[in-house]
T-cell receptor
Framework: DVKVTQSSRYLVKRTGEKVFLECVQD?????MFWYRQDPGLGLRLIYF???????EKGDIPEGYSVSREKKERFSLILESASTNQTSMYLC?????????????FGQGTRLTVV | AQSVTQLGSHVSVSEGALVLLRCNYS??????LFWYVQYPNQGLQLLLK??????LVKGINGFEAEFKKSETSFHLTKPSAHMSDAAEYFC????????????FGDGTTLTVKP
């Protein structure tokens, strides 16, 4: 069974903290994604990685960075957490050469910044 | 460029009634279209997808969708709603020129009344 695992379901962090959200997939997918989900705004792409050490900014990259040192792991970093980054964060992955296939999602991390 | 519009952020139906969730897309290349479902505090999972071939696509849990190129639509239907169908539904589009990135609609929350 395919799996995308996010390290935490719920996180509470303080303003100004550096926050790491981890995502691991076991499907040997090249492409990995981080989305942010807010009510009424759908899913917005933060960053995208198409290979190890390769990344591309999405629609809302400000305040975030990413790291992909191994194919199976894609980390989202909030350099200095702010209250407007309180949100649900979703990680996803898919094969790069099969654009007609779906993305597989993790369970999500609900982050609260206080 | 690609985009998705989901008409109606909230849809309410009675149990046993027809479910119709609307999705219109725009894409500069032949699109691949997806419907995902998200249950509370979960990630997204695939309901169905259109890639090529038959324009009427059947998915899990009795859902189906029809790709209509002339109307640039991909509406999701189910003949008879069940209480367990209450969830948020996302329409997504991807094409073969954007490295596998999908664009998601804002989502439609389906409520099923007893």
């Amino acid at each position: 069974d395919v799996k995308v695992t996010q390290s935490s379901r719920y996180l509470v962090k303080r303003t100004g903290e550096k926050v790491f959200l981890e995502c691991v997939q076991d499907m040997d997918h090249e492409n990995m994604f981080w989305y942010r989900q807010d009510p009424g705004l759908g899913l917005r792409l933060i960053y995208f990685s198409y290979d190890v050490k390769m990344k591309e900014k999405g629609d809302i990259p400000e305040g975030y960075s990413v790291s992909r040192e191994k194919k199976e792991r894609f980390s989202l970093i909030l350099e200095s957490a702010s209250t407007n980054q309180t949100s649900m964060y979703l990680c996803a992955s898919r094969f790069s050469d099969r654009v007609n296939t779906e993305a597989f999602f993790g369970q999500g991390t609900r982050l609260t910044v206080v | 460029a690609q985009s998705v519009t989901q008409l109606g952020s909230h849809v309410s139906v009675s149990e046993g009634a027809l479910v119709l969730l609307r999705c219109n897309y725009s894409s500069s290349v032949p699109p691949y279209l997806f419907w995902y479902v998200q249950y509370p505090n979960q990630g997204l999972q695939l309901l169905l997808k259109y890639t090529t071939g038959a324009t009427l696509v059947k998915g899990i849990n009795g859902f189906e969708a029809e790709f209509k190129k002339s109307e640039t639509s991909f509406h999701l239907t189910k003949p008879s709603a069940h209480m367990s169908d209450a969830a948020e539904y996302f329409c997504a589009v991807s094409g073969n020129t954007n490295a596998g990135k999908s664009t998601f609609g804002d989502g439609t929350t389906l409520t099923v009344k007893p």
